[in-house]
């Protein structure tokens, strides 16, 4: 007669830990979304994959100014002397990125190129997720370098996984927006380039019904497991009596 094994509970309860692990299994970290800019209208660069599970948007503007510099996006204000100043006249630029309706994202970092003018000046980086209300990233950045020629070595990076849960398992829209200003009357240039939004895509809280299916199923099969030897006990103690 031929024998058969049955896999221990064990066994099955490890099948159905890993199926739980598996819808909310996380993908490596890439980049969501790059862009790089030649004149005006700003250019975008993605390097999702065809099939990835999220949108980039298109770099937006509100009043940056009429003077476009050659492969960088130029911001140019008279009257941006402070962040407060800028803030309130609505200047700024700002990219989406929306994830598909069963994924979910998370951010790993934002990082660029930016330079001033002049020296002195600085910039702010704004966040919104899926509302029209925007919160302000920790951290005064400052302009550490001058001119579009040193713009390479004015590379900043922002560490969003550090910022806890505020960018893990985004179902919703998210937003970034940037401020520049220089602390002088005389008129603001700030220069941007290579910026890069990465993270990594992860199942969202409602798998497909296939992955349910094969939960529900590893533990039905885990519940007739448990109750086989229960019954085979049973039986084994009513012999030795």
Known sequence: MKSHTIPSARSMATLVCTLGLAMSAQADVVALAKYTFD??????????????????????????????????????????TSETAVVSNDRYFQFTVTPSSDQA?????????????????????????????????????TFRVQSIANLSSGADTIDLAAEGATFQD?????????????????????????????????????????TYAMLVAGLGVLGMMQRRRGQASAAASRRVT
């Open 170 to 210: 985004l179902a919703s829209p998210v937003t970034f927006r940037f401020f520049a200003w220089q602390n002088t009357a005389s008129s603001t240039k700030g220069y941007f380039d290579n910026i890069v939004l990465s993270g990594s895509q992860s199942v969202s809280a409602v798998p497909e019904p296939e």
């Open 105 to 141: 994202l998370d951010l790993a970092q934002l990082s660029f190129q930016a330079s001033g003018n002049s020296l002195g000046g600085g910039y702010a980086v704004y966040y919104s997720l899926g509302t029209s209300d925007f919160t302000r990233i920790a951290g005064d950045r």
């Open 39 to 80: 004149g005006r209208p700003y250019s975008r660069v993605s390097t999702a994959a065809p099939d990835a599970d999220w949108t980039a948007g298109a770099i937006v503007t509100n009043d940056l100014g009429s003077v476009p510099y050659a492969n960088v996006l130029t911001f140019i204000s008279t009257v941006a």
